[in-house]
């Protein structure tokens, strides 16, 4: 038997009314708990309080960590952190911000371009954080500051560590630099870390290791009055304030050795391009030079616009890291590496001989492709005199004989056409051309064909090919070691300051490439020792103490990529070619790979190998073994 | 009132004439006066809060005018049309609410906004009314008190809303749409046993529940219980709030006067956290004012449900007068330190649209379910 319940709408409304007196009740006790906790709050907590938001008041202030030290591969150190004056910006202290920014401007103290800067950087941050907006004053800008002071509210001068690079602008472009924290920046990482942080790695490997240099920030609470100038009061109210140290971020060892560095940027002598030097057996970069190079303590320091645009509009470009980010054609220096191609594919032996007479046609085609003028005709070459005279009608024929899609492959697999993966940011990876790059490369029907004669000039390192000096000076690394291959890096180890820990980071292997024929690394080894022992190398080899393996080249520059006016003797400077050379030593037991960039610098013999002798000389003589 | 007052006829004329006017537009005299009075408060104080940026202050404004014309445009709707419409409202926000959760756009790291291209909002918005109509739309049609068939059915539709929004994440809104659920049932008649039991449950489902939350929740609970422990963070509020109520004390500091508030030492000073500035700029006197507007709406909004003719208009009736004090005290309790951080604005006062509109309409249909009393004497 169930029993069926019917809707009975009266004793419903009873119930109801029951309910609504109920909840009325628990409405009102709410409300007495809430009132009672405003009555705690506001009348019988009302001193304390007062004290916290009126007179006293507790602010937090950050302690910044420490930024970990930059050392080079012999510890000497390349980034530091130096106590300095900074000037700090607090929104809500400074009243009307426009008249403070006004106001710096007029004693000297901030640039009128760079005000739109500051005024965004303080916005971007809390009103109560202090913003530092000028790096490192120098004495005459702290003396300004201390005769205004009273006119600047919500200014204030801190001493602060501040980034400093000893060396300057040696190995700059490795390094990198850290600057003011942009809005950009903020965007990319995490705000709260950087509470009382002013500045962020910008370029480098200051940028790349950001994370790892950073450390963790601490804070301490501090009792300010209502200007926000600290104060103190008894022991008591001090015990009460808490203290959370900084822990700093952990060191970093480079591979770059800063003296090799310096006295490669030397040889330069003022002319622009790069060097990277690698150590083959590990990838460890010890040269890493773009010239012209820059101050990274003017980044560190706050750069005004004036400084920057002055950067930016220098024609020399010495904010472009050339190592990195510059593409060039590989000319001749790629031609043992399409020698070695040829003997694995078994298109050439290496006493094949072919004449030169000065040019090179296609079957079937009238187009001569020449031999640079200065070469003339080199007869019947074998493969050694074609390596050591640069004989270019012999690698037109090797080329058109092993095809584009076998050269693509060879040249892949040996690095070209990918970024190396240095462990720095923003790297290019050239061209390897190849037919199925072409289709990519061009839109119309027309441009994507492969034409024949694009492979005859691709065998002496020109057309579509583009190269980076790291892709060049890891290629050479790896016939020194005939065949063994490792990622280029910078950073060798990281130590922890406070433990003393540190971390020493594996040579990173790539897959080494193995020859059918392993005498073939041999027989082209000893033709880039001809190069320098009676070819086109001999002259910047000469008196040396040790054997070199090297092979001289030269760009096409095909046009003058800025738009700017120059005198005729600048424009006709700027038409040369650029002058390469790569080479490693000891030939038969490698310590040293490099690669030589002078731009406009003519002939890779005259302008680049004297560069790499010297920076051998100084590896393997001077330097202690 | 003082009926002494009224001796003068133009004056009586006057009033019944409004009083006439309000009776044709199915209004209620004093409950509209009362958020009336509370909304021009919440002007008055979001003016202070606001500091330079008048435009948020005019947009309230726009927002306010918005609201009271939804409210008015409610009222008209007849209580069987909302009845019959109830199931629908529920199920479409339903969908709106799973479209939000595969194509939401995030804002301020939550997943809660629909972009329909003309109008962007917060599906959880229509929840907050849909909820407690369909709630009471399910047991109207059935014998009270609830058998514990129908209490989990109501439990069922209350707690897959709630889950979604929860899952956005956005746990103020949520426990706003299950307060309103479970307000329904209780004003049903649930059993003292079954609520008793149910408190027990969910004590018992806290340890659960905590697997459940969100890190960023689960800080906020534990903030609560020493503010101290994160002092940067999300301690931060709580602190500066508590610090701008108490420093207020009795008087307040004046109005535009708050140094917590106005050196933006005080975070979200004219949404969520607004009643922290009426503690520091007005004081006791003021918070109590508003604590006592509140407790008139909610008093006026109960007495009205009583007279409503059939369940569903009590139920719901009911519900939109105690949801209406739920969130008062969420965010009160909030503010003041009584419970975790979580994002819900102070009613009718807080910066910010959607809410204050969807306030309004609750009340509009609060309005409509009283005056159809009268259809049937």
């Known amino acids: 038997m169930r029993r069926v319940r019917i809707k009975d709408d009266a004793l419903e409304q009873r119930m109801f009314i029951q309910r609504s007196l109920f909840a009325v009740v628990i409405v009102a006790l709410i409300a007495l708990l809430l009132a009672g906790r405003a009555f705690w709050l506001q009348v019988v907590q009302h001193a304390h309080y007062l004290e916290l938001s009126q007179g006293n008041r507790a602010r937090i202030e950050p302690l910044p960590p420490n930024r970990g030290i930059i050392y080079d591969r012999a510890r000497r150190v390349m980034a530091e952190n130096t106590p300095a004056y900074q000037l700090e910006l607090v929104r809500e202290q400074a009243g009307d911000l426009e008249d403070t920014l006004s106001r710096l401007v007029r004693f000297g103290l901030l640039e009128a371009a760079d005000v739109a ?371 280029p890096r910078l950073v060798r180890a990281l130590a922890d300051p406070a433990t003393g820990a540190i971390e020493e980071k594996k040579p990173e292997a790539l897959p080494s490439i193995e020859l059918k024929h392993v005498e073939n690394w041999e027989i082209i080894v000893e033709a880039m020792v001809a190069v320098t022992t009676g070819g086109t190398a001999t002259q910047a080899a000469r008196g040396a103490t040790y054997s070199i393996a090297g092979k001289t080249g030269t760009a096409q520059v095909f046009s003058v990529g800025q738009t700017e006016k120059y005198d005729e003797k600048e424009v006709a400077e700027r038409l040369r070619d650029h002058a390469l050379f790569v080479a490693f030593a000891p030939a038969e037991a490698p310590k040293l790979a490099v690669a030589v960039l002078v731009e406009n610098g003519g002939f890779g013999s005259s302008a680049a190998a004297p560069i790499a002798r010297a920076i051998f000389d100084a590896y393997l003589v001077k330097a202690p073994q | 009132m003082i009926y002494g007052e009224l001796g003068d006829s133009r004056t009586r004329r006057t009033v019944t004439g409004m009083a006439r006017l309000l009776r044709a537009l199915r209004l209620d005299g004093m409950l509209l006066s009362a958020l009336v009075a509370v909304s021009l408060f919440g002007l008055f104080v979001l003016y202070s809060a606001a500091g330079d940026n008048t435009a948020l202050w005019f947009s309230q404004f726009a927002r306010i005018g918005i609201g009271f014309t939804l409210l008015i445009l409610l009222a008209q709707v007849p209580d069987h049309f909302l009845r019959m419409l109830s199931p629908a409202a529920y199920l479409v926000g339903l969908i709106l609410l799973v479209i939000v959760a595969f194509a939401g756009d995030i804002g301020k790291g939550a997943q809660r906004w629909l972009d329909l291209g003309i109008i962007r909002f917060q599906p959880s918005e ?60 209780v004003m049903g008649g649930l059993s003292p046993v079954y609520l008793l039991g149910g408190v027990a449950v969910m004590g018992a489902a806290v340890p659960v529940a905590w697997h459940f939350l969100h890190d960023y929740q689960r800080q906020r609970i534990l903030t609560l219980l020493d503010p101290q422990s994160d002092a940067l963070g999300a301690g931060y509020h709580i602190i500066q709030s508590q610090i701008a109520i108490g420093s207020g004390g009795v008087f307040g500091k004046g109005w535009m006067n708050g140094s917590q508030a106005q050196l933006e030492f005080l975070p979200e000073r004219s949404t969520d956290f607004i009643f922290a500035v009426i503690g520091e700029e007005l004081g006791l006197l003021g918070l109590i004012a508003l604590l006592v507007g509140y407790l008139f709406i909610v008093g006026r909004g109960t007495y009205m449900a009583l007279q409503c003719r059939d369940a569903f208009a009590r139920l719901l009736a009911g519900s939109i007068a105690l949801t209406f004090f739920v969130y008062a005290c969420v965010n009160a309790g909030m503010v003041m330190g009584l419970l975790p951080v979580v994002g819900v604005p102070l009613p009718l006062v807080s910066y910010g649209g959607t809410s204050f509109v969807t306030l309004m309409a609750g009340f509009g249909i609060l309005m409509s379910l009283h005056s159809s009393r009268k259809l049937v004497g």
């Open chain 1, 117 to 487: 800067r500051v005024r965004q950087l303080t916005l971007s941050r809390r009103s109560f954080e202090a913003v530092p907006f000028l790096l490192q004053l120098d004495d005459e800008e702290v003396a300004r500051y201390a005769v205004h002071r009273h006119e600047l509210p919500g200014v204030m001068l801190e001493t602060r560590m501040a980034r400093h690079y000893p060396y300057g602008p040696v190995g700059a472009h490795a390094l990198g630099y850290v600057g003011t924290i942009s809005e950009d920046d903020l965007v990319r990482v995490d705000r709260e870390r950087y509470f009382g942080t002013g500045v962020i790695g910008k370029t480098g490997v200051e940028r790349a290791y950001e994370q790892v240099l950073l450390g963790t920030g601490g804070y301490r609470e501090v009792l300010v009055n209502a200007e926000g100038r600290p104060v103190k009061l008894g022991a008591g109210a001090d015990a009460q304030l808490e203290t959370h140290e900084p822990q700093a971020g952990r060191d970093l060892r480079l591979t770059i050795d800063i003296e090799l560095q310096r006295i490669a940027e030397e040889a330069f002598a003022g002319r622009r391009g790069g060097v990277v030097a690698i150590d083959p057996s590990n990838g460890d970069v010890l040269v890493f030079a773009s010239l012209p190079s820059f101050d990274p303590n003017g980044f560190a320091r706050g750069i005004s616009r004036s400084e920057y645009v002055a950067l930016t509009e220098n024609p020399d470009q010495p904010l472009f890291n050339r190592v990195l980010r510059g593409t060039y054609p590989p000319g001749s220096t790629v031609k043992p590496l399409m020698a070695l191609a040829g003997l694995e594919n078994g298109v050439i032996r290496p006493e094949d001989q072919a004449y030169c007479g000065g040019s090179y046609s296609l079957p079937g085609s009238r187009h001569r492709f020449r031999e640079p003028k200065r070469g003339g005709t080199h007869g019947a070459v074998d493969m050694r005199r074609a390596v050591m005279k640069s004989c270019d009608v012999y690698f037109y024929r090797l080329a058109n004989t092993l095809g584009i899609e076998r050269i693509h492959d060879s040249m892949s697999r040996m690095g070209f056409g990918q970024p190396t993966g240095i462990d720095i940011a923003g790297e290019r990876g050239g061209i390897m051309p190849s037919p199925a790059w072409k289709k990519t490369a061009f839109s119309t029907r027309e441009q994507q064909v492969w034409f024949p004669g694009e492979t005859v000039i691709v065998g002496i390192g020109q057309g579509y090919w583009t190269a980076t000096l790291l892709q060049l000076a890891k290629a050479t690394a790896l016939l020194a070691t005939r065949g063994k291959h490792y990622r």
């Open chain 2, 126 to 185: 229509i929840m907050k009314l849909a909820v407690p109509m369909m709630c009471a739309w399910y047991m109207h049609q059935r014998p009270l008190p609830p058998s514990f068939k129908d209490i989990a059915v109501i439990f069922l539709i209350v707690i897959l809303p709630v889950a979604l929004i929860a899952e956005q994440p956005d746990l103020g809104t949520a426990l706003l749409v299950a307060a309103s659920g479970m307000i329904v049932l």
